[in-house]
């Protein structure tokens, strides 16, 4: 059974920073892609950004490229989403998702999801 559990979100002012870690029970498998997705109120949820299976990083290049990095600790079953230089756009319920052998930023092509935790970034 794969479990996803994420933590660290919060109320940050704009341009502060905030670490999400989501403890993954897959993590010490080589088979999974880990990644973050987000969802506003009244908007699609979106990739964020992810590490594959094979060891790829890739990040939503229009939204959080170069100021979200993903990273990952197979020993401690953790992946991590530190996220600086906040916006109040980046206000959301964030996510972690999981799948099996797949390089994707497409939402349905993760089987597996954490319950979300909420990150608002005030103006």
């Known amino acids: 059974q794969v479990q996803l559990v994420e933590s660290g979100g919060g109320l940050v002012q704009a341009g502060g920073s905030l670490r999400l870690s989501c403890a993954a029970s897959i993590l010490t498998s080589s088979t999974y892609t880990t990644g973050w997705f987000r969802q506003a109120p009244g908007k699609e949820r979106e990739f964020v950004a992810a590490i594959s299976w094979s060891g790829h990083t890739s990040y939503n290049k229009d939204t959080v490229k170069g100021r979200f990095t993903v990273s990952r600790d197979n020993a401690k079953n953790t992946l991590f989403l530190q996220m600086n230089s906040l916006k109040p756009e980046d206000t959301a319920v964030y996510y972690c998702?999981?799948?099996?052998?797949?390089?994707?930023?497409?939402?349905?092509?993760?089987?597996?999801w954490g319950q979300g935790t909420q990150v608002t970034v005030s103006s």
């Open positions: 998702a999981a799948g099996e052998f797949i390089e994707s930023d497409k939402a349905y092509e993760y089987g597996y």
